[in-house]
């Protein structure tokens, strides 16, 4: 069984989306929420979780609004849980995500696309050590 790294953005946080999120996660037959915290994200771990993004034009403005205000972090854990959270999600941009997606349903622009899901069984594991070291 996997585990993946969500992030509820600012911007979903902001419009009072936290419940509509979590909750199309949570209904998924299998899986389980294991943490969840709203914090505001710092520089440091903003740098480290887009690093490979550094140097692109949209890499400053995206740390700016991913610090703006609070997110929530949580572990979700569960059968295929990283490609079925990243399908729930849809595509980045919110336009060409479909209908019934989160970014579809909520989302007009690109860097505002609610969430942010772990893309791979490495980028989960690199994930959950940055946001919840204590995790076992
Ligand atoms: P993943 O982070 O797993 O690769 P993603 O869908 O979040 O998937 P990335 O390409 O990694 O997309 O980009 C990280 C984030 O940067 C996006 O979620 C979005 O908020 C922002 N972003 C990406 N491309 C653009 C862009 N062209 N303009 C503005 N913001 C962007």
Request: aromatic fraction near 6%; glycine fraction near 10%; proline fraction near 6%.
């Amino acid at each position: 069984t996997q585990r993946t790294l969500v992030l509820l953005k600012p911007d979903a946080v902001r419009r009072g989306l936290i419940g509509e999120i979590v909750g199309r996660i949570e209904r998924k037959a299998g899986w389980t929420i294991t943490a969840l915290e709203l914090r505001t994200l710092d520089q440091e771990t903003l740098e480290q979780h887009y690093g490979e993004h550094k140097g692109r034009p949209f890499y400053e403005p995206l740390l700016e609004f991913m610090s703006s205000g609070p997110v929530v972090a949580l572990v979700a854990e569960g059968e295929r849980v990283i490609e079925g959270v990243r399908a729930l999600a849809g595509p980045t941009d919110p336009i060409a995500a479909a209908p019934g997606s989160i970014r579809g349903d909520f989302g007009t622009i690109t860097r505002e696309n609610l969430i942010h899901a772990s893309d791979s069984e490495e980028s989960a594991e690199r994930e959950l050590k940055l946001f919840f070291p204590g995790l076992s």
